[in-house]
T-cell receptor, first 112, second 112 residues
């Protein structure tokens, strides 16, 4: 297993466009998390899944953001009508229950 | 809500110097505490953790002790190397079962 994989690594989009990111967790990890990290800040929690169920969403996750984890395997994070303030690194992490999280390398989004 | 405060960087040290990065936390319950490290161009990696008061986490020469009385989890290393140059994040998770809450990170640069 090569760890948590995120695709794409970089995305440049025009304001108002929709973007979708993919995360492939470590096999058999039940939990999958999405975080957002801006320059000079620590990662901020967005949402997480236990298998296919989305259990918690941060108030940071506006209605333009949606995440899915069909079949409890990979996950997608979609941002609709992107804004410049959405520019950030989007991190995905997975973990077995009650254990530490393993992070992917992230998707860097730039909205121009 | 829960929060983590860590010393601001950047921290610049000469090789073989002693390192301390301060971290304090606020939590309603009894959190697990973590240090994550992010090397240039790589994803976040767990460095060490402690799950209850007075536990000491250690890895790669780094140590941190869970101090409930001072709500602290300071990271220390006796002799840093150039390869330790990275950004270090302190984080907590309530009962090790909730999404991680991160500090803002401390950038360490070690010069030969």
């Amino acid at each position: 297993d090569t760890g948590v994989s995120q695709d794409p690594r970089h995305k440049i989009t025009k304001r108002g466009q929709n973007v979708t990111f993919r995360c492939d967790p470590i096999s058999e990890h039940n939990r999958l998390y999405w975080y957002r990290q801006t320059l000079g800040q620590g990662p901020e929690f967005l949402t997480y899944f236990q298998n296919e169920a989305q259990l918690e969403k941060s108030r940071l996750l506006s209605d333009r953001f949606s995440a899915e984890r069909p079949k409890g395997s990979f996950s997608t994070l979609e941002i609709q009508r992107t804004e410049q303030g959405d520019s950030a690194m989007y991190l995905c992490a997975s973990s077995p229950d009650r254990e530490e999280a393993f992070f992917g390398q992230g998707t860097r989004l730039t909205v121009v | 809500g829960d929060s983590v405060t860590q010393m601001e960087g950047p921290v610049t040290l000469s090789e073989e110097a002693f390192l301390t990065i301060n971290c304090t936390y606020t939590a309603t319950g009894y959190p697990s505490l973590f240090w994550y490290v992010q090397y240039p161009g790589e994803g976040l990696q767990l460095l060490l953790k402690a799950t209850k008061a007075d536990d000491k986490g250690s890895n790669k020469g780094f140590e941190a002790t869970y101090r409930k009385e001072t709500t602290s989890f300071h990271l220390e290393k006796g002799s840093v190397q150039v390869s330790d140059s990275a950004v270090y994040f302190c984080a907590l998770s309530e009962a090790g079962n909730t999404p991680l809450v991160f500090g803002k990170g401390t950038r360490l640069s070690v010069i030969a």
